[in-house]
Protein backbone atom coordinates (compact mmCIF):
# COMPACT_ATOMS: atom_id res chain seq x y z
CA UNK A 1 0.00 0.00 0.00
CA UNK A 2 1.71 3.98 -0.95
CA UNK A 3 1.57 6.33 1.01
CA UNK A 4 -1.62 7.91 -0.78
CA UNK A 5 -3.68 4.61 0.59
CA UNK A 6 -2.67 4.90 4.29
CA UNK A 7 -5.48 4.04 6.52
CA UNK A 8 -5.98 7.25 7.76
CA UNK A 9 -8.40 8.75 10.47
CA UNK A 10 -10.80 10.50 7.43
CA UNK A 11 -10.57 6.57 5.85
CA UNK A 12 -11.43 5.49 8.84
CA UNK A 13 -14.35 8.08 9.54
CA UNK A 14 -15.58 7.61 6.02
CA UNK A 15 -15.99 3.39 6.72
CA UNK A 16 -17.08 3.40 9.90
CA UNK A 17 -20.24 5.75 8.87
CA UNK A 18 -20.97 4.07 5.83
CA UNK A 19 -20.64 0.22 7.78
CA UNK A 20 -23.45 2.28 9.87
CA UNK A 21 -25.41 3.48 6.92
CA UNK A 22 -25.56 -0.14 5.60
CA UNK A 23 -26.38 -1.80 9.18
CA UNK A 24 -28.71 1.03 9.79
CA UNK A 25 -30.75 0.77 6.08
CA UNK A 26 -29.09 -1.47 4.09
CA UNK A 27 -28.37 1.03 1.51
CA UNK A 28 -25.09 4.30 1.51
CA UNK A 29 -25.92 6.57 -0.29
CA UNK A 30 -23.30 9.85 -0.69
CA UNK A 31 -25.61 12.44 0.46
CA UNK A 32 -26.14 10.30 3.90
CA UNK A 33 -22.84 9.30 4.47
CA UNK A 34 -21.96 13.58 4.13
CA UNK A 35 -24.97 14.00 6.29
CA UNK A 36 -23.32 12.01 8.76
CA UNK A 37 -19.92 13.17 8.58
CA UNK A 38 -20.88 16.70 8.20
CA UNK A 39 -19.18 17.55 4.67
CA UNK A 40 -20.87 17.99 1.36
CA UNK A 41 -21.57 15.33 -1.24
CA UNK A 42 -18.38 16.41 -3.62
CA UNK A 43 -16.12 15.19 -0.62
CA UNK A 44 -17.59 12.46 -0.59
CA UNK A 45 -17.46 11.53 -3.68
CA UNK A 46 -13.50 12.46 -3.89
CA UNK A 47 -13.24 9.90 -0.77
CA UNK A 48 -14.87 7.35 -2.16
CA UNK A 49 -12.76 7.19 -5.46
CA UNK A 50 -9.75 6.82 -2.92
CA UNK A 51 -11.40 3.78 -1.21
CA UNK A 52 -12.28 2.52 -4.14
CA UNK A 53 -8.72 2.35 -5.43
CA UNK A 54 -8.06 1.24 -2.13
CA UNK A 55 -10.68 -2.11 -2.81
CA UNK A 56 -12.16 -0.69 0.07
CA UNK A 57 -15.94 0.60 -1.65
CA UNK A 58 -17.31 -0.52 -4.83
CA UNK A 59 -18.89 2.64 -6.15
CA UNK A 60 -20.81 3.53 -9.41
CA UNK A 61 -21.33 7.44 -10.14
CA UNK A 62 -25.21 8.23 -9.01
CA UNK A 63 -25.49 4.70 -7.49
CA UNK A 64 -25.41 2.93 -3.86
CA UNK A 65 -21.81 2.66 -2.26
CA UNK A 66 -20.95 -0.94 -1.35
CA UNK A 67 -18.25 -1.85 1.41
CA UNK A 68 -15.98 -4.75 0.39
CA UNK A 69 -14.68 -7.24 2.60
CA UNK A 70 -11.39 -5.27 3.57
CA UNK A 71 -13.91 -2.01 4.22
CA UNK A 72 -16.01 -3.98 6.26
CA UNK A 73 -13.45 -5.49 8.35
CA UNK A 74 -11.76 -2.09 9.03
CA UNK A 75 -15.15 -0.46 9.93
CA UNK A 76 -15.89 -2.96 12.08
CA UNK A 77 -12.93 -2.86 14.00
CA UNK A 78 -13.06 1.09 14.01
CA UNK A 79 -16.71 0.11 15.06
CA UNK A 80 -16.22 -2.34 17.57
CA UNK A 81 -13.26 0.47 19.18
CA UNK A 82 -15.98 2.99 18.88
CA UNK A 83 -18.60 1.43 21.40
CA UNK A 84 -16.38 0.02 23.71
CA UNK A 85 -14.76 3.32 24.06
CA UNK A 86 -17.93 5.15 24.86
CA UNK A 87 -19.12 2.34 27.17
CA UNK A 88 -15.75 2.90 29.08
CA UNK A 89 -16.41 6.35 29.02
CA UNK A 90 -20.48 6.21 30.15
CA UNK A 91 -18.61 3.64 33.11
CA UNK A 92 -16.36 6.40 34.07
CA UNK A 93 -19.13 8.75 34.52
CA UNK A 94 -19.02 11.03 31.33
CA UNK A 95 -22.06 12.22 29.91
CA UNK A 96 -22.77 10.09 27.06
CA UNK A 97 -23.09 12.82 24.61
CA UNK A 98 -19.94 13.54 25.25
CA UNK A 99 -18.63 9.77 25.57
CA UNK A 100 -19.77 9.67 22.04
CA UNK A 101 -17.64 12.73 20.34
CA UNK A 102 -14.29 11.94 22.40
CA UNK A 103 -15.07 8.41 21.66
CA UNK A 104 -14.40 9.74 18.06
CA UNK A 105 -11.77 11.22 18.56
CA UNK A 106 -9.79 8.11 20.43
CA UNK A 107 -11.07 5.99 18.54
CA UNK A 108 -8.27 6.32 16.00
CA UNK A 109 -5.13 7.05 18.46
CA UNK A 110 -5.32 3.82 20.76
CA UNK A 111 -2.90 1.17 20.63
CA UNK A 112 -4.35 -2.14 20.48
CA UNK A 113 -3.12 -3.53 23.34
CA UNK A 114 -4.43 -0.23 25.45
CA UNK A 115 -7.71 -0.90 23.42
CA UNK A 116 -7.41 -4.71 24.88
CA UNK A 117 -7.18 -3.43 28.10
CA UNK A 118 -10.71 -1.13 28.25
CA UNK A 119 -12.05 -4.11 26.99
CA UNK A 120 -11.19 -6.95 29.56
CA UNK A 121 -11.95 -4.00 32.19
CA UNK A 122 -15.55 -3.23 30.22
CA UNK A 123 -16.07 -6.93 30.28
CA UNK A 124 -14.67 -7.50 33.96
CA UNK A 125 -17.73 -4.39 35.07
CA UNK A 126 -20.45 -6.34 32.74
CA UNK A 127 -19.31 -9.80 34.72
CA UNK A 128 -18.91 -8.70 38.27
CA UNK A 129 -21.51 -5.80 38.43
CA UNK A 130 -22.05 -6.33 42.53
CA UNK A 131 -18.80 -7.68 43.25
CA UNK A 132 -17.44 -4.44 43.97
CA UNK A 133 -19.26 -0.41 44.51
CA UNK A 134 -15.85 0.71 43.74
CA UNK A 135 -16.88 2.65 40.53
CA UNK A 136 -19.99 4.01 42.23
CA UNK A 137 -17.32 5.33 44.60
CA UNK A 138 -15.02 6.49 41.64
CA UNK A 139 -18.27 8.86 39.98
CA UNK A 140 -18.69 10.15 43.46
CA UNK A 141 -15.19 11.36 43.95
CA UNK A 142 -15.05 12.76 40.32
CA UNK A 143 -18.00 14.63 40.48
CA UNK A 144 -17.24 15.60 44.66
CA UNK A 145 -14.21 16.13 44.35
CA UNK A 146 -13.71 14.02 47.82
CA UNK A 147 -15.16 10.89 49.20
CA UNK A 148 -18.73 11.54 51.25
CA UNK A 149 -19.79 7.95 52.08
CA UNK A 150 -17.53 6.45 55.40
CA UNK A 151 -18.05 3.36 53.67
CA UNK A 152 -14.66 1.75 52.26
CA UNK A 153 -14.26 0.07 49.02
Known amino acids: ?44 VEAVKKLSKMN ?32 FLVLMGVDPEIAEDDACSMEHVMDVSTISKLRKFVEFNDLFPDACNYMEKFREYAEKGTMVSETKL
Do not use: F, N
Open 1 to 44: MTDSMKITRSVEDYLEAMYSLQQEQGAIRVKDVAEILGVKPPSV
Open 56 to 87: MVSYERYGTIELMDDGIKIAQEVSCRHHLLKD
